[in-house]
């Protein structure tokens, strides 16, 4: 068996193609230069690293072997377009390594069973419980970390090319989502967090499964796909009451820019019981004119502090990162980009 120094083994991790940001999330705080001259440590690093990516760690042992990913087959990607069999594993590997010390420090609630619920009953049960005549990305956060679900924004990635909106991996009965959609507003995670709640409540997720929602610019409601057809219905539900929504410009009305589209939605939305950036994602879905949707967004929120960083502030909230090895608190720590230690 060859295990060569620290250098030659990142080496080896960015042949593989994985990010700088990644290899740094899963390098572990103990290393030193030092470290290198003992054969254990040099073992103890790969176990460590390959523990944090969800890699084989008998692969990364012996430099002269491929490294390689666990349970590449048990997840199941949406909206492929073009991804390797090497990107596919590693985005699963590391949402799997991720997912376990989150559940790890998540409580189990009194009631973690999940029963089947309607997206109309979800969306009524939401509206009762919350202080606006909407439902917010505050308000699904609140019903995950409530049934025992942690959320959290990945921060890091294990390529440079990030092209997923976000995944839920399932251990167990448990069940954790990871949002990955470049957005620094609330109403766009607010659809991917309410897809993946889809996905748990509609029992679309296998225990030790994961699905992998790659990117795309809106719901797909007549697609091939049944599950993301169901799963985007259901989000649309969740969020404005109706599974297709369908939102135009008054024909009296100029023609719309982003200014006047944010006025538009802020002051209908409330009534409409649609909160204003969800309103202005809705008319893009109907119409296609994002860029107009997205200037609106750019109008109606302030622009800090960016969603993901209340997404992962909330997690440090109600994590119980005490419980956890100190090795898992600072690669989480990496991964969400947040203190959590
Ligand atoms: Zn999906």
């Not at 997206?119 to 509206?127: P, V």
């Not at 470049?182 to 897809?195: C, E, K, M, N, V």
């Amino acid at each position: 068996m060859t295990t060569g120094s620290a250098s030659d083994f990142r080496q080896r991790l960015h042949t593989l193609g994985l990010s700088d940001s990644v290899i740094e999330a899963v390098w572990p705080r103990w290393w030193s230069e030092g470290a290198d001259e003992s054969a254990s440590a040099r073992a103890e690093l790969r176990f460590g690293v390959a523990r944090r990516l969800g890699m084989d760690p008998s692969s990364l042992l012996d430099d002269r072997d491929e490294p390689r990913f666990l349970w590449p087959s048990q997840a199941r990607f949406k909206h492929l377009s073009g991804e390797s069999d090497t990107e596919r594993a590693g985005i699963s590997a590391f949402g799997r390594a991720v997912a376990k010390p989150l559940l790890n420090a998540t409580p189990l609630p009194d009631i973690p069973r999940v029963d089947p619920i309607s997206a109309r009953d979800l969306r009524e049960m939401l509206l009762g419980i919350g202080t606006s005549p909407f439902v917010t990305l505050g308000d699904l956060l609140a019903l995950c970390w409530g049934i025992g679900v942690p959320v959290g924004y990945l921060r890091v990635f294990p390529w440079p090319q990030k092209r997923m909106a976000a995944m839920t991996v399932r251990l167990g009965d448990r069940w954790v989502v990871l949002l990955a959609r470049d957005s620094r507003y609330p109403a766009p995670i607010a659809f991917w967090l309410a897809h993946e709640i889809a996905h748990i409540f509609l029992a679309h997720i296998q225990s030790e499964e994961v699905i992998v929602d790659l990117d795309r610019p809106g719901p797909d409601l007549l697609g091939d796909d049944e599950e993301e057809s169901a799963a985007d219905a259901f989000a649309l539900e969740l969020l404005t009451g109706q599974p297709q929504p369908t939102v135009v410009a008054d024909a009296a009305s100029a023609a719309p820019s982003a200014s006047g589209l944010a006025q538009e939605v802020a002051s209908r939305g409330p009534g409409l019981g649609i909160e204003p950036g969800t309103l202005a994602l809705c008319y893009a879905f109907t119409t296609g004119e994002w860029e107009i949707a997205n200037g609106a967004l750019k109008v109606l929120y302030p622009p800090e502090p960016a969603a993901w960083s209340e997404i992962n502030r909330l997690a440090v909230d109600q994590l119980r990162i005490d419980e956890l090895p100190e090795e898992s608190r600072h690669f989480l720590d990496a991964v969400f980009a947040h203190e959590v230690s």
